[in-house]
């Protein structure tokens, strides 16, 4: 009887907890955006093209976008290529992100999410003498989120104004 209690009571450590006391989906807000997308902008840097991926790692502690885009040349400036790498993470439980790029920027954003539309914002906090920037993603629809990047002078840090933007179609 003493075994058949020991046994019992060691299955009930190995269940899976009930769904109702398991963790809320941190990431529900953002999974909209996870999988490959390609699309086409325009902005400040002209019109170009590109694609980007978004996926969960670090056992789903961690989001990151990966973003490869070309500008093609114009008569007033050479072709170019822009890389970045953004980090979406939770700290005290409020989402926050690290972007970094081949132009040498850091961006660190504050992250907020609306339902309706879809939307995700990122806003970087405002710094003494340096640009403020917002990137923003809103679904159009199932397979479309539209992009846009915005940045305010640093004398005016919440005059934002479009540098670049774009639709997008996730390809899976």
Request: no cysteine.
């Amino acid at each position: 009887m003493r075994n058949l209690l020991l046994v019992t009571i060691a299955a009930g450590f190995l269940l899976p907890a009930p769904a109702a006391a398991q963790t809320a989906d941190a990431w529900s807000d953002f999974r909209f955006l996870l999988g490959n997308w390609v699309g086409v902008g325009k902005g400040s840097p002209g019109e170009g093209s590109g694609s980007f991926s978004f996926e969960l790692t670090l056992d789903g502690n961690a989001l990151i976008r990966k973003s490869h885009s070309e500008y093609p040349a114009t008569k007033d400036r050479p072709a170019a290529v822009h890389e970045d790498l953004m980090v979406i993470y939770r700290e005290g439980g409020a989402p926050k992100a690290l972007y970094v790029d081949n132009e040498k920027h850091v961006i660190h954003y504050d992250v907020t999410v609306a339902a309706s539309p879809r939307t995700v914002t990122l806003t970087s906090p405002v710094v003494p003498n340096a640009p403020r920037y917002r990137f923003v993603y809103t679904v159009v629809d199932g397979a479309t989120v539209k992009g846009r990047f915005e940045v305010a002078p640093p004398d005016k840090p919440e005059a934002f104004a479009t540098y670049v933007e774009g639709d997008a179609k996730k390809v899976k």
